[in-house]
Nanobody, 124 residues
Framework: QVTLVESAGGSVQAGGSLRLSCVVP????????MGWFRQSPGKEREGVAV???????MYADSVKGRFTISQDNAERILSLQMNSLKPEDTAIYYC??????????????????WGQGTQVNVSS
């Protein structure tokens, strides 16, 4: 059983920054794809930023240049630094782990383990 524990999200004004963390105890992160997804009310879950086993990252066009995904394999922490936040970034953010995944992908079915989700609110 793999448990992903996300840090609390938060509320910020547009232009502000937040950092999300996801701890995955006992899990070898560099033997999996790791990623962040988000879901807004009335919308489908979408990929935000992911890292493949080879360390290659992939970002949604809407967050390129503003968000940065990183992982600390020793501490088993996946992070998402979010800068220049916009109201449209408001969503529940989920971290995910895909032990059977090799290359970075936004295909949600490639990720077998998910965090509980954390709310991010960005006001205008």
């Amino acid at each position: 059983q793999v448990t992903l524990v996300e840090s609390a999200g938060g509320s910020v004004q547009a232009g502000g920054s937040l950092r999300l963390s996801c701890v995955v105890p006992g899990f070898t992160m560099n033997r999996a794809c790791m990623g962040w997804f988000r879901q807004s009310p009335g919308k489908e879950r979408e990929g935000v930023a992911v890292i493949g086993r080879d360390g290659v990252t992939m970002y949604a066009d809407s967050v390129k240049g503003r968000f940065t995904i990183s992982q600390d394999n020793a501490e088993r922490i996946l992070s998402l630094q979010m800068n220049s936040l916009k109201p449209e970034d408001t969503a529940i953010y989920y971290c995910a782990a895909g032990p059977l995944c090799w290359r970075a992908t936004f295909f949600a079915a490639a990720y077998g383990y998910w965090g509980q989700g954390t709310q991010v609110n960005v006001s205008s």
